[in-house]
């Protein structure tokens, strides 16, 4: 079965450092989007991302937040400088005709 | 605003039974709702979504009815195992490509 692929699983990072997290969404599929997680806290939206542009993004996603699809098949969230309340789980998301389908996330923490 | 609330944070069922999970929702216009199971430390698995313009569907052992007068939709999950503990969360979506707006969750424990 298909799947969106996410990695690396974890990433621990200092703060204001970069990070670059990384997806490969399902083959076929148009839509892509970045959500987050913070622990025991609901889903939340950053951004969606159709035909090689950025189609909404949240409050959350401020200027230290960009999206990249280099090749056609990845697509990667980057944190500029993180900051310590940008640990959470990010997920990635690649949506077709049907629902929207979710990889199992990399967990950023921020030290 | 938009807002994907639920009633419950926790539900607790035994074995064999079944489970009903409520969401409720403030704002009128949406094209679809979605739930999503999360087991932890992983992403949400889709389970079943519903169009705004049906009441009811059905799936493998799960039945989604969404009451658009009341603004409540409902997860019903028939014969609960043990494998359905996790937490479940209502979405809804506006467009083919648009943003998903999750609730809180709740946290379904199924009891042996």
């Known amino acids: 079965e298909p799947e969106v692929t996410q990695t690396p699983s974890h990433q621990v990072t200092q703060m204001g450092q970069e990070v670059i997290l990384r997806c490969v969404p399902i083959s076929n599929h148009l839509y892509f989007y970045w959500y987050r997680q913070i622990l025991g806290q609901k889903v939340e939206f950053l951004v969606s991302?159709?035909?090689?542009?950025?189609?909404?993004k949240s409050e959350i996603f401020d200027d230290q937040f960009s999206v990249e699809r280099p090749d056609g098949s990845n697509f990667t969230l980057k944190i500029r400088s993180t900051k310590l309340e940008d640990s959470a789980m990010y997920f990635c998301?690649?949506?077709?005709?049907?629902?929207?389908?979710f990889g199992q996330g990399t967990r950023l923490t921020v030290v | 605003g938009e807002s994907v609330g639920l009633h419950l944070p926790t539900l607790s069922v035994q074995e064999g039974d079944n489970s009903i999970i409520n969401c409720a929702y403030s704002?009128?216009?949406?094209?679809?709702f979605i739930w999503y199971k999360q087991e932890s430390g992983k992403g949400p698995q889709f389970i079943i979504d519903?169009?705004?313009?049906?009441d009811k569907r059905q799936g493998q052992r799960v039945t989604v009815l969404l009451n658009k007068t009341v603004k409540h939709l409902s997860l019903q999950i028939a014969a609960t195992q043990p494998g359905d503990s996790a937490v479940y969360f209502c979405?809804?979506?506006?467009?083919?490509?648009?943003?998903?707006?999750f609730g809180q969750g709740t946290e379904l424990s199924v009891k042996p």
């Open positions: 991302f159709y035909n090689n542009e950025i189609s909404e």
């Open positions: 519903i169009r705004s313009n049906m």
């Open positions: 979405a809804r979506g506006y467009n083919q490509g648009g943003k998903l707006i």
């Open positions: 998301a690649s949506k077709g005709r049907g629902a929207a389908f």
């Open positions: 704002n009128s216009a949406s094209d679809y």
